[in-house]
């Protein structure tokens, strides 16, 4: 399959279900209270929403939609923890940007939220939007049973916290003193952006009650597009500009930092990711043409543009 013969079929589910985890989201950040709740600030709602009404792809809730959709999941329910991922992401992108980190000027082609606010606004900003994930799963308006509830908050929150996404970025400032090795680099990327990816999949299962054999396989299957992803992005900063990427390009290169592009160059690259897209097809075989979707995803992600 090449990239353009996917383009329509796909760009239309993506937009489509980006349409819908925007709506929900919108609804989500307004200033109405919720029980236990005293006061919403406006200018931190408004700084919520900047970092997250702001254009994203949303390919995580999209994943989320769409493994959800192959056990025929509660399509709400899938809606719910779509949104509560993309405001994690959301999170990890304006503390990421913040100046003890990545120090960035743009994200999704327009000023960081430090920039149109300030710092404390965007440390907030991030802070709330990691908490309210967990609000929004956990909430009986998420129509799932408890159980399944509790389970998806476990895992998201393993999948975000120190043993996945802030440790991976923990390791990834370490990186640059401590040039770490391939199977280094691979540790922290699967932390960094994978274990987000890997749930987006894994939790399609869970609200699906698929069995253990299922959920494994798209836990696995995530891992699989989330390597992708992350060698894609690594080559989109050493091959694009800040045109296309919507925020700055050859970064990467700039600060040193050690990553499988520069490790082994662009051609190695672009064949781990063409084996990529070919496991994460194998694993979804089981099924069947319920999963051609999720396969076009996969394509996407290795041969994104931005
Ligand atoms: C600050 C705890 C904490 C974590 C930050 C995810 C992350 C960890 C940092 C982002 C740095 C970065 C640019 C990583 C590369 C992969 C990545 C997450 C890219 C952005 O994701 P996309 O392309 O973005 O899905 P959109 O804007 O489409 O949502």
Redesign the pocket.
Known sequence: MDKNSLAPHFTTALATRAMQVETILQKLLDERLRAGEIARPERLMAAMRYGVLNG????RPFLVMETAALFGANEEAALRVAAALESI?CY??V??DLPA??DDDLR?GQPTLHKAFDEAAAILAGDSLLTYAFDIIASDETDLDAATRLELVLSLARAAGPGG??G??ALDLMAEEQNPDETGIITLQAM??GALIRFACESGAIIGGATREERERLAEFGSAIGLA??LA?DLLDVTSDAAHLGKAAGKDAAAGKATLVALHGIHWTRNQLAGLVAQAEELLSPFGDKAEILKQAAHFIANRES
Do not use: C, I, N
């Not at 994203?56 to 390919?59: M, P, S, T, V, Y």
């Open positions: 994203g792809k949303r390919l992401h990890s992108l503390h990421d980190m990545d999704r996404m802030a991976g970025q960094k952006t992803f992350q992005d």
